[in-house]
């Protein structure tokens, strides 16, 4: 499938939504336990995706079509939300997640982009050459992969409650597929 914009607008603006529906007023006992080891809660992926739209994927995107390849991307730090999620309780964070994707939305389609910017490459400090529609294609597939990650955390907190129906269970077998 080729990058279609309005397509990957059309799954951008409903990711907010599917997480508050999946995970607001869970118990944190469901939110605040990860799969073992340094892995990361749905707490942290909400903060991680809220960070993310804030200072990684319309930046990137307005570097390209400033700068094309002749200035890098800043490097995105991956553990940048930890500091900014101090002190907010989950619900905050849907909410914040929700207002922020609302007005990256919005922003992205101010934009206006053409197929002649979308085809406007930059330059990733550890990838090199990216066109701009394969960053916004990234920034979809990015939710999918943290949602993929969330159903993980999730399903792992039932993993010993399961019994032997964890060998027919997919969700228990999958060891995550991101750095």
Known sequence: ?????Q??????????????ALLRDLPESWTHRNEGGDTWTVFDVI???????????????????????????DPFDRLGHKTECKGK??????????????QCLEDLRALNLQPVQLALCGRHPALGPVALSELLTTWVVHDMTHLHQISRILA?????????????????????HSA
């Open 1 to 5: 499938m080729e990058h279609d914009l």
């Open 7 to 20: 397509q990957s607008i059309a799954v951008l603006s409903r990711t907010p939504a599917a997480l508050d």
């Open 47 to 73: 903060g991680h995706l809220t960070y993310a739209d804030r200072v990684n994927w319309l930046p990137r995107a307005r570097k390209i079509l400033e700068f094309g390849e002749s200035q890098p991307f």
């Open 89 to 102: 309780t989950l619900p905050q964070l849907l909410d914040e997640f929700a207002r922020v994707r609302s």
């Open 156 to 176: 792992h907190q039932y993993r010993g409650a399961v019994g032997p129906f964890a060998a027919y269970l997919g969700v228990l077998q999958c060891a995550g």
